[in-house]
């Protein structure tokens, strides 16, 4: 069984500043992995996937993440917080490209200014 | 990237009613449709799995009689909830996918059982 576990319920960066989101996986297989943002009362838009090759993948508004095997992660980060990316941070994983995500806990962030 | 609506945005109804959610891939046609639940400060659960033309696949522990999902054209899914009760007030998130490619989330529609 696949599952995600995203350290942090909450996680609160002053804006300009580093964020960094944790995300840790557990697949019997190769996994396919998602990080996705969902503002209040609204779906989930697809910030970045890691599916193969280059483990650095880079995602819409500045965010990028690595995918490391050897420590089952993929870790979410963006060099400069904005008030914009204040927003719950879902990571995901699936075993077959296209089909059941599992998600994590999810991550809220919040910017300060 | 694809667009995926759903509707009604937000719905309330009374107790022991039934509430029907629309889910429509707009650009492109959907061989598979999910249908996740995602209760306050929770993360999204999957309750089932739809394929055009038959019948939905749905997760351990969710009530197929309770949450009825038809997915009947290559655009079209509905989750009608049945004898809706306070306990099922949630988010209700749908996403749709053409063949292999990735899931494309409708924006969710809030249910209110009072």
């Known amino acids: 069984a696949q599952s995600v576990t995203q350290l942090g319920s909450h996680v609160s960066v002053s804006e300009g500043a580093l964020v960094l989101l944790r995300c840790n996986y557990s697949s019997s297989v190769p996994p396919y992995l998602f990080w996705y943002v969902q503002y209040p009362n609204q779906g989930l838009q697809l910030l970045l996937k890691y599916t193969t090759g280059a483990t650095l993948v880079k995602g819409i508004n500045g965010f990028e993440a690595e995918f490391k095997k050897s420590e089952t992660s993929f870790h979410l980060t963006k060099p400069s917080a904005h008030m914009s990316d204040a927003a719950e941070y879902f990571c995901a994983v699936t075993r077959e490209y296209g089909n059941k995500l599992v998600f994590g806990a999810g991550t809220i962030l919040r910017v300060k200014s | 990237g694809a667009v995926v609506s759903q509707h009604p945005s937000r719905v309330i109804c009374k107790s022991g009613t039934s509430v029907k959610i629309e889910c429509r891939s707009l650009?492109?046609?959907?061989?598979?449709m999910f249908w996740y639940r995602q209760f306050p400060k929770q993360s999204l659960m999957l309750m089932a799995t739809?394929?055009?033309?038959?019948?939905?696949?749905?997760e351990q522990g969710v009530e197929k009689d309770k949450f009825l999902i038809n997915h009947a054209s290559l655009t079209l899914s509905t989750l009608t909830v049945t004898s809706a009760h306070p306990e099922d007030s949630s988010f209700y998130i749908c996403s749709a996918k053409q063949g292999g490619g990735e899931q494309f989330f409708g924006p969710g529609t809030r249910l209110t059982v009072l």
């Open positions: 650009d492109f046609q959907a061989t598979t």
């Open positions: 739809s394929n055009e033309g038959s019948k939905a696949t749905y």
